[in-house]
């Protein structure tokens, strides 16, 4: 169940340098990458089914084939290692690992789409990642591997490591892009999509760590093989951060098309203490939540985990127990988000604030009878109505959490307005009114 294409490298000793990466089988793409045309190499990926691993699963191929071909202006790639989803936690081992499959990758982006500046923007908080990439872009340059004539194809490639500051916007592409440019981090409005207007406004690819670091696999292997693992749609294998109440929390790669809660059961040896399972969040802390029944009865893979109302994302399976306060979960998730907003759409930057003030109220035992309504209400005035996601990301969990663990939210709300104070005060506990 569990298959190594990504991290089968993770655990060779320095594996991170360039001598160790060569003597584990990298950089052995060349002969036939360049080999093809360009066009002919993101028509592999296209055949491969590859899609973007940072969250939202685009097709890589059909990404680079947006860029213009014919531009006067300079074409950039920008990697994203920002890395903020709330248990998202899979690109960071790549950096520290396997930093040479990264680089080799991007050669294989820049030489698909005539790309001559990779920038790779990786979160600020990542010291040791960034210290263990930037080593190993170094070794790259003094082997000739980027600069002026990389890979000695006549061909230029230069890799700027860019340090972000810790804002979780910055993960999203435009705001990443905006940052990038020295700006606040502060998303675009789409369109222009930064394949044709992106970074510097030229024509730019974004795409995720472990994307890009599945390329080399692909060319070594080809298209076919690649498309033959998983399942038609979801093609592959991916890197899950599985983190929460089990045994062995952890980086597992594994193949589309797998049940989910057999795979997290396989990889970390179930839930912790061997209580019984409450929930699973698939996709990290923006996705839906999943009962246990459900989790049990969903296979992982996109099309799977969309229709049971969810998402894969960026791979961060969150794993709750029968223990866990499911009013104190969404509060968590709402105070990250209503934190993270920058605040430019007020639908998000009210929305997330006022979805964090009532759950909040819940938790602490101040609820109100009517507060369940009342954060569905707000739900749909939050959600398609902004310049980014940021705004769904908090509404979409709020939804399912009351969808599916209503009753854990109206204990919450009647303990708080016990029925003899609920006559006393007209209605509601007065404290709770008070707040
Ligand atoms: Fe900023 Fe939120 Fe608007 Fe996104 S949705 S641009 S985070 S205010």
Same mark, same amino acid.
């Given at each position: 169940?569990?298959?190594?294409?990504?991290?089968?490298?993770?655990?060779?000793?320095?594996?991170?340098?360039?001598?160790?990466?060569?003597?584990?089988?990298?950089?052995?793409?060349?002969?036939?990458?360049?080999?093809?045309?360009?066009?002919?190499?993101?028509? +592999?990926?296209?055949?491969?089914?590859?899609?973007?691993?940072?969250?939202?699963?685009?097709?890589?191929?059909?990404?680079?084939?947006?860029?213009?071909?014919?531009?006067?202006?300079p074409?950039?790639?920008?990697?994203?290692a920002?890395?903020?989803e709330?248990g998202?936690?899979?690109d960071?081992?790549?950096?520290?690992?396997?930093?040479?499959?990264?680089?080799?990758?991007?050669?294989?982006?820049?030489?698909?789409?005539?790309?001559?500046?990779?920038?790779?923007?990786?979160?600020?908080?990542?010291?040791?990642p960034?210290?263990?990439?930037t080593?190993?872009?170094?070794?790259?340059?003094?082997?000739?591997?980027?600069?002026?004539?990389?890979?000695?194809?006549?061909?230029?490639?230069?890799?700027?490591?860019?340090?972000?500051?810790?804002?979780?916007?910055?993960?999203?592409?435009?705001?990443?892009?905006?940052?990038?440019?020295?700006?606040?981090?502060?998303?675009?409005?789409?369109?222009?999509?930064?394949?044709?207007?992106?970074?510097?406004?030229?024509?730019?690819?974004?795409?995720?760590?472990?994307?890009?670091?599945?390329?080399?696999?692909?060319?070594?292997?080809?298209a076919?093989?690649?498309?033959?693992?998983?399942?038609?749609?979801?093609?592959?294998?991916?890197?899950?951060s599985?983190?929460?109440?089990?045994?062995?929390?952890?980086?597992?790669e594994?193949?589309?098309?797998?049940?989910?809660?057999?795979?997290?059961?396989?990889c970390?040896?179930?839930?912790?203490?061997?209580?019984?399972?409450?929930?699973?969040?698939?996709?990290?802390?923006?996705?839906?939540?999943?009962?246990?029944?459900?989790?049990r009865?969903?296979?992982?893979?996109y099309?799977?985990?969309?229709?049971?109302?969810?998402?894969?994302?960026?791979?961060?399976?969150?794993?709750l127990?029968?223990?866990?306060?499911?009013?104190?979960?969404?509060?968590?998730?709402?105070?990250?988000?209503? +934190?993270?907003?920058?605040?430019?759409?007020?639908?998000?930057?009210?929305?997330?604030?006022?979805?964090?003030?009532?759950?909040?109220?819940?938790?602490?035992?101040?609820?109100?009878?009517?507060?369940?309504?009342?954060?569905?209400?707000?739900?749909?005035?939050?959600?398609?109505?902004?310049?980014?996601?940021?705004?769904?990301?908090?509404?979409?969990?709020?939804?399912s959490?009351?969808?599916?663990?209503?009753?854990?939210?109206?204990?919450?709300?009647? +303990?708080?307005?016990?029925?003899?104070?609920?006559?006393?005060?007209?209605?509601?506990?007065?404290?709770?009114?008070?707040?």
């Amino acid at each position: 169940m569990a298959r190594k294409i990504i991290s089968e490298r993770f655990d060779k000793k320095g594996n991170n340098t360039l001598e160790g990466y060569k003597s584990n089988g990298g950089y052995q793409s060349f002969d036939k990458l360049f080999a093809m045309k360009p066009d002919d190499v993101i028509d +592999h990926v296209k055949r491969s089914g590859l899609r973007g691993r940072g969250g939202a699963g685009f097709p890589t191929g059909m990404k680079w084939s947006f860029v213009p071909k014919s531009t006067e202006k300079p074409k950039y790639l920008c990697v994203n290692a920002d890395e903020g989803e709330p248990g998202t936690f899979k690109d960071r081992l790549i950096l520290e690992l396997d930093p040479h499959a990264l680089i080799e990758g991007i050669i294989v982006c820049c030489y698909a789409v005539g790309i001559e500046t990779a920038y790779v923007y990786i979160r600020g908080e990542y010291d040791y990642p960034i210290a263990r990439f930037t080593a190993a872009v170094e070794e790259a340059y003094k082997a000739g591997l980027l600069g002026g004539n990389a890979c000695g194809k006549g061909i230029k490639i230069d890799v700027v490591v860019h340090k972000g500051a810790g804002a979780y916007i910055c993960g999203e592409e435009t705001g990443l892009i905006e940052s990038l440019e020295g700006k606040k981090g502060q998303p675009r409005p789409k369109p222009p999509f930064p394949a044709v207007e992106g970074a510097f406004a030229c024509p730019t690819v974004v795409n995720n760590v472990e994307t890009i670091s599945a390329l080399p696999w692909i060319i070594n292997n080809g298209a076919e093989t690649y498309a033959s693992i998983g399942t038609e749609k979801s093609t592959g294998t991916m890197l899950f951060s599985i983190s929460g109440m089990v045994e062995k929390p952890g980086v597992y790669e594994g193949e589309f098309g797998v049940n989910l809660w057999d795979f997290i059961e396989e990889c970390t040896g179930g839930v912790k203490g061997g209580k019984k399972l409450k929930a699973v969040i698939p996709g990290g802390s923006s996705s839906a939540i999943l009962t246990a029944e459900e989790a049990r009865n969903t296979n992982l893979d996109y099309e799977s985990i969309a229709a049971a109302g969810s998402m894969v994302g960026s791979g961060a399976i969150m794993v709750l127990d029968e223990d866990t306060s499911i009013v104190k979960a969404l509060e968590v998730v709402l105070r990250f988000y209503a +934190h993270e907003s920058c605040g430019q759409c007020p639908p998000c930057r009210d929305g997330t604030y006022w979805l964090y003030e009532i759950v909040n109220r819940i938790r602490m035992g101040k609820g109100r009878p009517e507060d369940i309504d009342l954060l569905f209400s707000i739900c749909p005035d939050m959600s398609g109505r902004t310049i980014c996601v940021l705004a769904d990301s908090a509404a979409i969990p709020t939804k399912s959490y009351l969808e599916k663990f209503r009753a854990e939210f109206e204990a919450a709300i009647d +303990h708080a307005n016990p029925p003899e104070r609920r006559l006393e005060a007209g209605g509601v506990n007065p404290e709770a009114r008070a707040l």
